[in-house]
């Protein structure tokens, strides 16, 4: 059972940066592939970018390309979410989830834990 912890959440103005941060633990982090979803009020949940188990093939929304960067490091078992010139839009709560196996996929259903979610509220 892999335990999935978030951080780095906060209140941000347009076009400033945050930095996510989600450790995990009980079970082997290099074989997981993992990813980052959020959920905006009264939205459903969507993709943000997913990362494979050695960190050498990464994916992202539309939304996150060229502003957002998911790296690892399997040493540390944390994934992070680099995000920069936040908009409002991508207010939310941000979850970090795992998937037991190498490559991600972009679907939720086809992830296998997930931590609690940070908040991250962007103001205009």
């Known amino acids: 059972q892999v335990q999935l912890v978030e951080s780095g959440g906060g209140l941000v103005q347009a076009g400033g940066s945050l930095r996510l941060s989600c450790a995990a633990s009980?079970?082997?982090?290099?074989?997981?592939?993992m990813g980052w979803f959020r959920q905006a009020p009264g939205k459903e949940r969507e993709f943000v970018a997913a990362?494979?188990?050695?960190?050498?093939?990464?994916y992202y929304a539309d939304s996150a390309k060229g502003r957002f960067t998911i790296s690892r490091d399997n040493a540390k078992n944390t994934v992070y979410l680099q995000m920069n010139s936040l908009k409002p839009e991508d207010t939310g709560v941000y979850y970090c989830?795992?998937?037991?196996?190498?490559?991600?996929?972009?679907?939720?259903?086809?992830?296998?834990?997930w931590g609690q979610g940070t908040q991250v509220t962007v103001s205009s």
């Open positions: 989830t795992a998937q037991r196996q190498l490559l991600p996929t972009w679907t939720d259903h086809d992830y296998d834990y």
């Open positions: 009980g079970g082997t982090f290099s074989l997981h592939a």
């Open positions: 990362i494979s188990s050695r960190g050498g093939m990464t």
